[in-house]
């Protein structure tokens, strides 16, 4: 995966990642997902370009890797949820994983991702407003 570019994150209004020093040592990082505020929208993953955070399709789950992390907090700013923390001089033991089941929309019948086993909620396209699912369709 590639970094964002300078333009691209201030368009996003995102954070630039912080070097770290090269004389300090560096504080062991870990992101931690709250499963029950996550709606498995993989934006976390999708930023995170050490590979801290990445999707594992074998096990579908999300697989967080502390030794990764470089605590630049990209993680935390594209979550619209708040579901994504740093904490920050942790103990950085073996990788952590967030499971994530196959549920199916109980509004559209649509197949989608969720930290939940059963489907708590509607899907990210049914919960999003009516004008905004119109805006989508082709117009005839």
Do not use: K
């Not at 801290?52 to 096990?59: I, K, P």
């Amino acid at each position: 995966m590639t970094a964002i570019d300078a333009g691209r994150r201030r368009l996003l209004g995102l954070r630039s990642p912080r070097p770290a020093p090269a004389d300090v040592a560096r504080t062991t990082t870990v992101p931690v997902i709250d499963p029950a505020l996550c709606n498995a929208c993989d934006a976390c993953v999708r930023v995170c370009a050490p590979g801290a955070l990445r999707f594992d399709s074998v096990d579908p789950c999300y697989a967080i890797d502390p030794a990764l992390c470089t605590d630049c907090g990209l993680c935390v700013d594209v979550c619209d949820r708040a579901a994504v923390r740093l904490e920050r001089d942790a103990v950085a033991a073996l990788p952590v994983r967030v499971a994530l089941h196959r549920v199916r929309c109980p509004t559209c019948g649509a197949e989608y991702t969720s930290t939940r086993p059963e489907p708590a909620d509607i899907c990210r396209s049914c919960s999003r407003p009516a004008a905004a699912r119109g805006a989508l369709r082709l117009q005839e």
